[in-house]
């Protein structure tokens, strides 16, 4: 699982035509396994429910704006909600897979328990998200602040620290300081 989303690294393929392939190529699952999907995933659900899966989309926007997910992702399941309150039973997917939105969450500590808690035991997570050591990732960030937006500045040595405490064991890789990807297994009790 550790090299799950290398086609993050270059902004060209971001979830879109042959970087999609290398995912679905890379992730182990099985057919009607229960997908979380969070954040800037292009048409990740179209093509995860094509290969079986039962996929589940969260939105926090609202559905009477013209989403991406939503034009893109046919036969998906949408749940409006926030990745700090999720509205799911426990223990009920078998992979959550958050893009670009960890760091926009008002409590990550919060939403970090929330995935923990839906995600089953042995369940995957991927997170993929900006990195803030670099100085054009810090600059959006700031900008999102002044803005008003939600934003937090978590770094990959955090994300691993958080999940650690959760019983997730995992790898973390750094895409020349733009991106990080962690890629974790939560361990049973």
Do not use: W
Not at 51 to 73: K, R
Not at 144 to 166: E, Q, T, V
Request: aromatic share 10%; with cysteine; charged share 30%.
């Amino acid at each position: 699982m550790k090299k799950v989303l290398f086609h993050l690294a270059d902004e060209d393929e971001k979830l879109s035509g042959n970087g999609i392939d290398f995912l679905l190529n890379h992730l182990d699952y099985s057919i009607g396994e229960k997908v979380l999907l969070v954040g800037d995933i292009g048409r990740l659900g179209k093509e995860l429910r094509l290969s079986g899966l039962n996929v589940t989309i969260l939105e926090d926007s609202d559905y009477e704006d013209m989403c991406y997910s939503l034009v893109h992702n046919e036969n998906c399941n949408f749940v409006k909600g926030k990745l700090e309150y999720l509205p799911f039973e426990d223990n009920y997917f078998s992979k959550v897979i958050v893009l670009e939105q960890f760091n926009h969450t008002n409590n990550y500590e919060k939403a970090s328990s929330e995935i923990s808690r839906v995600l089953k035991n042995n369940g995957d997570l991927i997170l993929e998200d900006l990195n803030m050591y670099n100085i054009k990732n810090k600059m959006k960030y700031l900008k999102r602040r002044i803005c008003g937006l939600c934003a937090n500045h978590c770094n990959p040595s955090d994300i691993k620290r958080i999940f650690s405490n959760l019983r997730f064991d995992g790898v973390m890789e750094d895409f020349e300081s733009k991106k990080y990807v962690y890629v974790a297994r939560k361990r049973m009790l």
